[in-house]
């Protein structure tokens, strides 16, 4: 099994797809990655070789910021946002939609299920 990055990569999937499988890697990212080290995107993962998978790594340590990192500076910017108080900071502090989608309606996931009780039958009087 190969690993990079601290993510066991899929054997048989090939290199541009298993590379998605990083956080902060999509398959436009995984190409030019691929590109910049000189490997063909249609060979299998199990078919790479030691000095290839170094290759991967090694742009992915230079020109990228994946994983732990990635998540660590996102989290940072969210609580930045909170702690000054802008609109989107207030949003992620109320658990609610952050980009302007309607929640009237919508947002299940985000503000939770249903929890109406409204016209809830009662047990019939004898």
Same mark, same amino acid.
């Given at each position: 099994?190969?690993?990079?990055?601290?993510v066991?990569?899929?054997k048989n999937k090939r290199v541009e797809i298993g590379l998605t499988y990083i956080y902060g890697i999509g398959i436009?990212?995984?190409?030019?990655?691929?590109?910049?080290?000189?490997?063909?995107?249609?060979?299998?993962?199990?078919?790479?070789?030691?000095?290839?998978?170094?290759?991967?790594?090694d742009v992915l340590n230079n020109e990228y910021?994946?994983?732990g990192d990635l998540k660590r500076l996102e989290s940072l910017?969210?609580? =930045?946002l909170m702690e000054i108080g802008s609109y989107e900071g207030r949003r992620h =502090? #109320?658990? #609610?939609?952050?980009r302007g989608q309607r929640t009237r309606t919508n947002?299940?996931? =985000?503000?939770?299920?249903?929890?109406?009780?409204?016209?809830?039958?009662?047990?019939p009087r004898k």
């Open positions: 099994m190969t690993r990079i990055a601290g066991d990569l899929p436009k990212r995984a190409k030019k990655i691929l590109q910049t080290a000189n490997i063909n995107p249609e060979i299998k993962i199990k078919e790479l070789k030691d000095d290839q998978v170094i290759g991967i790594r910021t994946i994983e910017n969210i609580k =930045r =502090r #109320l658990n #609610l939609p952050v947002a299940r996931t =985000r503000r939770g299920g249903k929890k109406t009780i409204a016209g809830k039958k009662k047990a």
